[in-house]
């Protein structure tokens, strides 16, 4: 079965409100969808989870040729041959100023967003050649894993305290554990943002706190402590970008919370990294982002010899297979908030089903899911 064609479909959503995170803003709803199409007619469809999108279209086009022929089952090869062009000669090929990051150039994000994208539908078509869902490709017994309602943003124009009616709305929805972002506002602010929270969903409701890379050890060490009192099940990405790992195993240290992370890192040997020396005990690696399903599998396995459960970040339609199939697998992101996530709306004809706190893959070959190809037409990006 061999690589006949490589296809993009870059999509995007105007919000209709600014939705805050603790430093930047979430404007659009965005993601690309990458098909492989193989000369015994499989077709398998991936989803990246990257920006910026031209960019990483770009970057999928080129990789076209350098696939096309190869063995559509062979993700292992195929994964080796594109990630190669991360450490060789080989990434001269970009263009002229990008190839290895030496004087500020290079495209390793985006080279492996186009990775992610290109295995996923390697992926896919491994699943639908062998008439299996991923999840029992993988070994699982059951499609069915734990779900998480996530949200809880600092909308534009919108009172701070809002959040604690949208969070009640998922305990209402059936939801079981629930995450708002934090490190936005004052720290006294969020405080009463997260008390406000726990009183609205309840005692028995799991709390997780995002901080986006919002804070420094001293202050995330300031607000866990103030945080702590509320019962925080977990705390999410708490540290600025330029020092994430090992003062994350400070504060780690600091704190009978549970330390959350991963979804920034962009390989095995990062999340290695992050495990080891930052202290996490829930690993967010994001296959949709980085390295697709060949390179999630290698951070949970070795998530498993560290004791460490797995809760990737985003697209629960695709994650959702490796968490129902991994020991240490705890369960996925979904997005329930419409004016959040119109993709997860919108874009798909055929979804998982999602009730009372868990999400429900069923038995169709590959990853099951299907695109609304209308939507998809009328969003198009380029």
């Keep these: 079965m061999k690589i006949t064609d490589v296809i993009t479909y870059p999509v995007s959503y105007e919000l209709d409100t600014e939705f805050w995170m ?3 803003p979430y404007r659009t709803a965005s993601a690309i969808i990458v098909q492989v199409r193989t000369d015994d007619g499989v077709v398998g469809t991936g989803i990246i ?17 350098v696939i096309m022929g190869m063995d559509a089952l062979a993700h292992e090869a195929v994964w080796q041959k594109i990630f190669a ?47 299996l869902p991923i999840w029992r490709l993988l070994g699982a017994t059951s499609g069915t894993t734990y779900a998480y309602a996530s949200g809880g943003y600092y ?15 998922y305990v209402d929805m059936g939801y079981t554990a629930v995450k708002m972002k934090c490190a936005g506002v004052s ?97 967010q690696f994001d296959a949709t982002r980085a390295g697709g399903i060949t390179e999630l599998l290698r951070v949970a396995h070795y998530c498993h010899l560290r004791h460490v459960r797995i809760t990737p970040h985003h697209d629960p339609e695709i994650h959702a297979h490796v968490v129902a199939a991994m020991v240490n697998g705890f369960g996925v992101e979904t997005f329930p908030y419409k004016a ?32 609304d190809w209308q939507e998809v037409e009328n969003h198009k990006l380029i």
Excluded: C
């Design 22 to 24: 603790s430093r930047e």
């Design 49 to 65: 989870n990257g920006r910026p999108m031209t960019e990483i279209v770009n970057i999928v086009t080129m990789l076209r040729d």
């Design 85 to 131: 062009i991360t450490y060789t000669r080989a990434g001269a090929a970009l263009d002229r100023d990008a190839g290895q990051p030496h004087f500020g150039a290079g495209k390793r994000p985006q080279i492996l967003a186009a990775l992610a994208g290109i295995d996923l539908a390697l992926w896919d078509i491994k699943g639908k050649a062998l008439k």
């Design 155 to 169: 909308e534009a124009g919108e009172p701070i305290l809002k959040v604690a009616q949208e969070m009640a709305s």
């Design 187 to 283: 720290l006294a602010d969020d405080v009463k943002r997260v008390s406000e929270v726990r009183a609205a969903i309840g005692p028995e409701t799991k709390l997780m706190l995002d901080a986006n890379l919002g804070y420094s050890l001293d202050e995330a060490t300031d607000a866990l402590r103030a945080y702590e009192k509320f019962n925080i099940f977990w705390f999410e990405e708490p540290l600025y970008w330029y020092d994430s790992i090992r003062a994350l195993g400070e504060l780690a240290r600091r704190t009978h919370v549970a330390i959350a992370g991963g979804e920034s890192q962009l390989t095995a040997w990062e999340a290695r990294d992050l495990v080891d020396l930052g202290g996490v005990n829930f690993m």
């Design 340 to 371: 959040r996530d119109p993709l997860w709306d919108r874009l798909y004809s055929k979804k998982p089903i999602i009730k009372d706190s868990y999400l429900h893959l069923d038995s169709e070959p590959g990853f099951g899911f299907e695109l």
